[in-house]
């Protein structure tokens, strides 16, 4: 980064130091500034921003020249502004692996210095899944900046997303376990004998026995425990610490002062003192505490292992059919859309599409948590990941790599095991405050021993700080709430429910209200043309207008007809159409206007409907159908009717819910009659008809007014509005991408039973975090006084440091055991 003076010309979204200015300089990227009325309203916007000492926006360049000397806090301060006058910053969301994290701690002090880079406007670091979220900006901070900053500090990023980085990930992962249980299994060695000749008073008596014990912990610290030691140097050098430089302090302090009493006991012999060792303190403390990494790594791992699932749906080759029928096998990332693939008896579907060739059923349990294999002939969908059954068939890519449906939810699995849930901000607070606290605790033991107790203070204060240092544990803090979302995140996707953010996941067990949509939600979504009923003479002429509006419309209930009339009907390119939107539409043909839509667009227009017409009409609606109205500018000219079956699961996920007391409301566009019968059947009580989309939003608004909890399920884009406005926007998964998109959580399937699931899974995950909260807590808020000495006044007790370290150890293994009883609950 070199310095230049004002003149000098820079790139998009840069960072720079300016040569005649006192003040450094970034320029940040603007999108939706496309005047100077835009360009001033931004300009005022940055006057408010305190910590920006000069500014100007330039709408050429689209973008705004910030000058503070704190740009760290300037410029998230600045995009902030920005987002918040209705502009938007262009930036870069990733997700990175952190290598060499050892704690709560280390995820926190990773997370404070890549929010600290300029250009960065959020970090979050998961110690569970050791995973950085970064929000930059690029151009003023990238990948290669952050990984550097990290490194700084003794951890490192891994940033390459390649393929063949995933692989390697996952071998440095290996590599990095087994390396942990060599250094495990030859501390253990060694520390068994550390603690015979300890715990044996004959030998303790030895004259050679502290030499031994010497040579025998020299190697656990410095060889096996080496990783304590240089992480608390790397954390020292950057004014903060971490459990390193707890089990650095502890055991180092312990080992110096047993080398002090080796090589000078007559020190303490003078005094009329024994001269103590406490080598089998540090060797055994370290023994214990890589033990339980050890353990903590292999159930962490456990917590992860729907996203291994996931990713090993995904078959490494596949077949591809060439023009002329010629076949080659080729890697899966040299699929291409358009490719046609032949998928053979039991093997797995590589990308997304289209069958255009041959039939079979696919095994589609592993997305939609459904066991029965779906039928797959010409014109179906395909997905990634499922399993073909007995028959083969061909079938046109449309979908590779991440565009898949497999690639998305593998993305928003890791990204919702990535994230954090409320209550995770008090604990990172606690975590990061948490080793200075126990450092000035333990060092408070000491002091207070040596005023206290003349006799034996300095060696009961001694084994205080080393005990207080080894048994406080931030990492069963850290690891409490991200365990917990992790499998029960993963649980989910196994059951076919997509759970975007750790937050949804924590709310979904207060809803109390869930409002449902009605097609394609409590109805199959697959509307078909039941009856037509013609009150005038039907000709060619009306039944082809009818084909034709039906045909410019996008909304499902018009392709239902459109197909039904299909065969008999021609198109008319003449006619003019306009949307109304949530009644139905207009077109004009011959300078004659022609209305289909619903009863309200009827009486709207003042269409006539004879005795016939109503009682026919009247007949269907009770019946449960959608009734739609073909007239012209004055009479009622046909009558259609539509069925859309209720979905079997709708009626039993209703009754599930009820007995849950949760309130279920129903809104459709559709007329109150059909309504009523759709209710009835499914014994939803409370319900609203002739709903328009923008009545959702505020008919959920309304309910949270009244201080429900509100979970709002639909499909379609016309949805998309209540969902963002619910507290759980939960989409159905067959339905729009707009709505999967806004919604908090996604049901593959579409099933409605699966809403009962979410939330029992809710519960169950909220469940887990409190119980691990409050164990970590506990056992912090009690080792640590008895770890100081507190009950030596009461019964004479002091907690010997090696059992503290075996304390320490099992706090964490617990917590993330705890975790793991979700899989199985």
Same mark, same amino acid.
Not at 297 to 302: F, I, L, V, Y
């Given at each position: 980064?070199?310095?230049?003076?004002?003149?000098?010309?820079?790139?998009?979204?840069?960072?720079?130091?300016?040569?005649?200015?006192?003040?450094?300089?970034?320029?940040? /990227?603007?999108?939706?500034?496309?005047?100077?009325?835009?360009?001033?309203?931004?300009?005022?916007?940055?006057?408010?921003?305190?910590?920006?000492?000069?500014?100007?926006?330039?709408?050429?360049?689209?973008?705004?020249?910030?000058?503070?000397?704190?740009?760290?806090?300037?410029?998230?301060?600045?995009?902030?502004?920005?987002?918040?006058?209705?502009?938007?910053?262009?930036?870069?969301?990733k997700?990175? /692996?952190?290598?060499?994290?050892?704690?709560?701690?280390?995820?926190?002090?990773?997370?404070?210095?890549?929010?600290?880079?300029?250009?960065? &406007?959020?970090?979050?670091?998961?110690?569970?899944?050791?995973t950085? $979220?970064?929000e930059?900006?690029?151009?003023?901070?990238?990948?290669?900046?952050?990984?550097?900053?990290?490194?700084?500090?003794?951890?490192?990023?891994?940033?390459?997303?390649?393929?063949?980085?995933?692989?390697?990930?996952?071998?440095?992962?290996k590599?990095?376990?087994?390396? &942990?249980?060599?250094?495990?299994?030859?501390?253990?060695?060694?520390?068994?004998?550390?603690?015979?000749?300890?715990?044996?008073?004959?030998?303790?008596?030895?004259?050679?026995?502290?030499?031994?014990?010497?040579?025998?912990?020299?190697?656990?610290?410095?060889?096996?425990g080496?990783?304590?030691?240089?992480?608390?140097?790397?954390?020292?050098?950057?004014?903060?610490?971490?459990?390193?430089?707890?089990?650095?302090?502890? %055991?180092?302090?312990?080992?110096?002062?047993?080398?002090?009493?080796?090589?000078? /006991?007559?020190?303490?012999?003078?005094?009329?003192?024994?001269?103590?060792?406490?080598?089998?303190?540090?060797?055994?403390?370290?023994?214990?505490?890589?033990?339980g990494?050890?353990?903590?790594?292999?159930?962490?791992?456990?917590?992860?292992?729907?996203? $291994?699932?996931?990713?090993?749906?995904?078959?490494?080759?596949?077949?591809?059919?060439?023009?002329?029928?010629?076949?080659?096998?080729?890697?899966?990332? $040299?699929?291409?859309?358009?490719?046609?693939?032949?998928v053979?008896?039991?093997?797995?579907?590589?990308?997304?599409?289209?069958?255009?060739?041959?039939?079979?059923?696919?095994?589609?349990?592993?997305?939609?948590?459904?066991?029965v294999?779906?039928?797959?002939?010409?014109?179906? !969908?395909?997905?990634?990941?499922t399993?073909?059954?007995?028959?083969?068939?061909?079938?046109?890519?449309?979908?590779?790599?991440?565009? !898949?449906?497999?690639?998305?939810?593998?993305?928003?699995?890791?990204?919702?095991?990535?994230?954090?849930?409320?209550? @995770?901000?008090?604990?990172?607070?606690?975590?990061?405050?948490?080793?200075?606290?126990? #450092?000035?605790?333990?060092?408070?033991?000491?002091?207070?021993?040596?005023?206290?107790?003349?006799?034996e203070?300095?060696?009961?204060?001694?084994?205080?700080?080393?005990?207080?240092?080894?048994?406080?544990?931030?990492?069963?803090?850290?690891?409490?709430?991200? %365990?917990?979302?992790?499998?029960?995140?993963?649980?989910?996707?196994e059951?076919?429910?997509?759970?975007?953010?750790?937050?949804?996941?924590?709310?979904?067990?207060?809803?109390?209200?869930?409002?449902?949509?009605?097609?394609?939600?409590?109805?199959?979504? $697959?509307?078909?043309v039941?009856?037509?009923?013609?009150?005038?003479?039907?000709?060619d @002429?009306?039944?082809?207008?009818?084909?034709?509006?039906?045909?410019?419309?996008?909304?499902?209930?018009?392709?239902?007809?459109?197909?039904s009339?299909?065969?008999?009907?021609?198109?008319?390119? !003449? &006619?003019?159409?306009?949307?109304?939107?949530?009644?139905?539409?207009?077109?004009?043909?011959?300078?004659?206007?022609?209305?289909?839509?619903?009863?309200?667009?009827?009486r709207?227009?003042?269409?006539?409907?004879?005795?016939?017409?109503?009682?026919?009409?009247?007949?269907?609606?009770?019946?449960?159908?959608?009734?739609?109205?073909?007239?012209?500018?004055?009479?009622?000219?046909?009558?259609?009717?539509?069925?859309?079956?209720?979905?079997?699961?709708?009626?039993?996920?209703?009754?599930?819910?009820?007995?849950?007391?949760?309130?279920?409301?129903? &809104?459709?566009?559709?007329?109150?009659?059909?309504?009523?019968?759709?209710?009835? @059947?499914?014994?939803?009580?409370?319900?609203?008809?002739?709903?328009?989309p923008?009545?959702?939003?505020?008919?959920?608004?309304?309910?949270?007014?009244?201080?429900?909890?509100?979970?709002?399920?639909?499909?379609?884009?016309?949805?998309?509005?209540?969902?963002?406005?619910a507290?759980v926007?939960?989409?159905m998964?067959?339905?729009?991408?707009?709505?999967?998109?806004?919604?908090?959580?996604?049901?593959?399937?579409?099933?409605?039973?699966? #809403? =009962?699931?979410?939330?029992?899974?809710?519960?169950? %995950?909220?469940?887990?975090?409190?119980?691990n909260?409050?164990?970590?807590?506990?056992?912090?808020?009690?080792?640590?006084?008895?770890?100081?000495?507190?009950?030596?006044?009461?019964?004479?007790?002091?907690?010997? =440091?090696?059992?503290?370290?075996?304390?320490?150890?099992?706090?964490?293994?617990?917590?993330?055991?705890?975790?793991?009883?979700?899989?199985?609950s």
């Amino acid at each position: 980064m070199e310095n230049i003076n004002e003149t000098t010309p820079i790139s998009e979204g840069s960072l720079i130091p300016i040569k005649n200015n006192e003040h450094p300089v970034a320029y940040i /990227p603007l999108e939706g500034v496309e005047s100077e009325h835009c360009a001033l309203i931004v300009d005022k916007g940055l006057d408010e921003v305190p910590t920006i000492m000069k500014h100007q926006v330039e709408l050429n360049n689209k973008r705004a020249m910030i000058a503070s000397d704190n740009l760290t806090s300037a410029i998230p301060e600045a995009v902030d502004k920005i987002r918040g006058l209705g502009y938007a910053v262009p930036t870069v969301k990733k997700t990175f /692996p952190v290598l060499n994290l050892s704690c709560a701690s280390c995820a926190n002090s990773t997370e404070t210095m890549l929010t600290a880079q300029p250009g960065v &406007l959020s970090a979050t670091v998961n110690y569970a899944n050791a995973t950085a $979220k970064v929000e930059y900006i690029p151009g003023i901070a990238d990948a290669q900046q952050l990984k550097t900053a990290i490194q700084s500090i003794g951890y490192d990023l891994m940033v390459d997303e390649s393929a063949e980085a995933s692989e390697s990930l996952e071998a440095v992962h290996k590599q990095h376990f087994l390396s &942990l249980k060599r250094r495990t299994v030859g501390a253990i060695l060694l520390a068994i004998p550390l603690v015979i000749m300890g715990m044996t008073p004959a030998l303790m008596d030895w004259s050679y026995t502290n030499y031994l014990m010497w040579a025998l912990a020299t190697p656990i610290v410095f060889v096996f425990g080496r990783q304590f030691y240089i992480g608390a140097y790397k954390q020292a050098k950057h004014r903060s610490a971490n459990m390193d430089t707890l089990v650095a302090l502890s %055991t180092g302090v312990a080992y110096l002062f047993s080398v002090y009493n080796t090589l000078f /006991p007559d020190f303490w012999h003078n005094r009329g003192l024994h001269a103590h060792v406490y080598f089998e303190s540090a060797g055994v403390v370290i023994a214990f505490i890589l033990l339980g990494k050890l353990l903590e790594e292999r159930a962490k791992g456990s917590t992860s292992s729907a996203i $291994k699932k996931l990713m090993g749906l995904q078959p490494k080759t596949v077949t591809i059919v060439h023009h002329g029928g010629h076949q080659m096998e080729i890697p899966i990332s $040299k699929v291409n859309v358009g490719d046609t693939i032949l998928v053979k008896p039991g093997e797995k579907i590589a990308v997304d599409g289209t069958v255009v060739s041959g039939n079979s059923y696919v095994d589609e349990s592993m997305i939609s948590g459904e066991p029965v294999p779906v039928a797959k002939t010409k014109d179906a !969908t395909v997905f990634a990941g499922t399993i073909n059954q007995k028959g083969s068939f061909q079938f046109k890519a449309e979908k590779v790599g991440g565009e !898949t449906l497999l690639g998305q939810i593998i993305k928003m699995v890791q990204d919702a095991q990535g994230s954090k849930a409320p209550v @995770q901000k008090l604990v990172d607070k606690i975590s990061g405050i948490f080793v200075p606290i126990v #450092i000035g605790i333990a060092l408070l033991s000491f002091v207070l021993w040596m005023f206290l107790d003349t006799q034996e203070g300095f060696t009961h204060g001694l084994l205080a700080l080393v005990t207080v240092l080894v048994i406080a544990c931030p990492c069963a803090l850290g690891l409490a709430t991200p %365990t917990a979302i992790m499998v029960g995140v993963g649980k989910g996707a196994e059951q076919g429910i997509l759970i975007k953010d750790a937050e949804s996941l924590e709310l979904a067990k207060k809803l109390n209200a869930i409002v449902l949509d009605k097609t394609g939600t409590i109805t199959e979504g $697959k509307p078909e043309v039941v009856a037509l009923k013609w009150f005038v003479n039907e000709t060619d @002429q009306l039944r082809n207008i009818l084909y034709s509006i039906e045909k410019s419309s996008e909304h499902p209930l018009a392709d239902a007809v459109v197909k039904s009339l299909k065969e008999k009907s021609s198109f008319i390119d !003449t &006619l003019d159409i306009e949307n109304i939107s949530g009644q139905g539409i207009h077109g004009q043909y011959q300078g004659k206007g022609y209305i289909i839509g619903n009863a309200v667009l009827a009486r709207k227009k003042g269409i006539s409907i004879g005795a016939e017409a109503k009682q026919w009409i009247d007949e269907k609606l009770d019946r449960a159908h959608t009734v739609i109205h073909f007239a012209d500018e004055g009479t009622l000219l046909a009558a259609i009717a539509i069925a859309d079956r209720i979905k079997p699961s709708s009626i039993e996920a209703v009754r599930q819910l009820q007995s849950n007391g949760i309130e279920v409301y129903m &809104l459709t566009g559709d007329n109150e009659q059909t309504a009523r019968a759709v209710a009835k @059947q499914t014994g939803i009580k409370q319900y609203k008809a002739n709903v328009l989309p923008a009545e959702k939003a505020a008919f959920v608004k309304d309910l949270q007014a009244q201080n429900k909890i509100v979970g709002m399920v639909g499909d379609g884009i016309n949805d998309s509005n209540a969902l963002a406005q619910a507290n759980v926007g939960i989409a159905m998964g067959k339905g729009s991408d707009i709505a999967m998109d806004v919604a908090k959580m996604t049901i593959i399937s579409s099933e409605l039973t699966k #809403i =009962p699931q979410a939330i029992q899974l809710s519960r169950k %995950t909220v469940t887990a975090i409190r119980q691990n909260l409050f164990w970590a807590f506990i056992y912090n808020i009690i080792g640590i006084p008895i770890a100081a000495g507190l009950l030596y006044s009461i019964n004479g007790f002091l907690l010997d =440091p090696m059992w503290a370290g075996a304390a320490m150890a099992l706090s964490s293994v617990s917590v993330v055991s705890n975790s793991l009883r979700l899989k199985w609950s």
